[in-house]
């Protein structure tokens, strides 16, 4: 499925009657001129690489826990 696609759909059912052909396809070039800007990913990946990132915040707490303990005079 193309969200950019079904934003433009939809923006040529809702507003046909409202605004003209040139404003909807002026509205579609910048759409996808937007787009094309973004480097986007799967949520599948983006939700890997968080998880990812949830690990490696949880051992450098733990690293720093442990740091600060060895550095407390015995």
Not at 31 to 60: C, G, N, T, W
Request: glycine letters at 2%; zero cysteines.
């Amino acid at each position: 499925m193309d969200p950019l696609r079904t934003l433009i759909e939809y923006l040529q059912e809702n507003f046909r009657d409202k605004l003209p052909a040139q404003t909807l396809a002026g509205i579609e070039g910048t759409a996808r001129d937007l787009f094309a800007k973004f480097e986007l990913v799967p949520k599948h990946e983006y939700e890997a690489h968080m998880d990812i990132l949830a690990s490696l915040e949880a051992q450098v707490t733990s690293l720093e826990a442990r740091l600060n303990a060895l550095e407390q005079p015995a």
